[in-house]
């Protein structure tokens, strides 16, 4: 029951629906929030959240305020926020976030660097 | 003065007792005013121009899509308002949107006079209000130069600035026709089996595309033909119009 009222609240949002059937080619640059159920090759870009349904194939870097990824991407993510990966996802590249939760079974083959934790490290450095 | 503008379908004699009771009833609301017929003769254009210069009140369009469309074309950009009376079941999902459901409540909504102010969709040189539709076989779509969009199954490509029931958008995705942009709906089938057929909907919010198609034609507002390849884009607050309460928007 809960978990249908989240949905909603999700697609409440949404402004771009990319669907199975399509496959977009180029810099796709959004100001809302996207779903993407098909095909994008080249780069993704919006200023607010991205959710990559399990059919979704991605060949593109990808930057977002928030994420939540079921489908397969070849590329760099990053996400100024709260990044979840769920079970479906398969991520053949690098990610930068500053929240992170991933699923139990997710493909992730990159490195992850965490930008809150970096930035800290950062601090740190010019304190030293 | 109200100037309506009757079809020139509603000249057939099947129409005479239901026109008959339309204007009773505009009469007992007090709405009366001139009545311009159409016909091969007379255009909606000429007829429109000739008496907003004289002061028309309010024009409205009695009839289906075609004559709406035929309307807001003569009327685009100006600020006396658009009242629209539905005759028929076909071809009238303009209304249906707008919250006018029958000929009888048009006539009260006319009385009501909420007006709002929307936003038309301007297709090469022909306006339209509710949406422009072209099969997607063959069809290109050249969002901007920076992507371009492919599809392979059979279906429809939409460009709606108001939402007519010929779809159904996934829940909670509003289609508003003041925004200052339009929506691009790829609508399209597969037959997983013999008996299962499946949806998919894509949706882009856009202000301008070009849709080429070397082999159908675009069709605007369900009612009039237009050939590709079509410069389509939004044009902001551009009509007054005449709604009822019960508008999908």
Known sequence: ?128 | MNIFIYDSFLNQKKYGRLLARLETRITDLGLNGKIFRLNLAKNARETINNELKRGAKTVIAVGNNKTVNQVINSLAGSQVPLGIIPIGQDNNGITKSLGIESTETACDILSARLIIKLDLGLANQTYFLSNVSINNQGTVIDMNKNYTIETKEKGLVYVFNLLDKQIKPPAGIKFIPDDGLLELVISTYCHKNFFAKQDHQSIFKIKKITIHNLKNQLTLDGSIALAAPAKIMIVKKQLNIIVGKKRNF
């Open chain 1, 1 to 128: 029951m809960f978990k249908k009222q989240d949905q909603t609240e999700i697609l409440n949002e949404f402004e771009t629906v990319i669907g199975p059937s399509i496959k977009v080619k180029g810099d796709f640059n959004g100001q809302g929030n996207i779903i993407v159920e098909g095909k994008v090759e080249g780069n993704l870009k919006t200023n607010g959240n991205l959710e990559v349904g399990k059919t979704a194939i991605i060949t593109a870097n990808i930057e977002a305020k928030q994420a939540k990824i079921g489908g397969q991407i070849s590329g760099n993510v990053k996400i100024k926020g709260f990044l979840e990966i769920t079970a479906t996802a398969k991520i053949f590249g690098d990610i930068e976030t500053s929240g992170l939760s991933i699923e139990r079974g997710a493909i992730f083959n990159g490195k992850c660097v965490m930008t809150a934790v970096a930035e800290e490290v950062k601090k740190i450095d010019k304190n030293i």
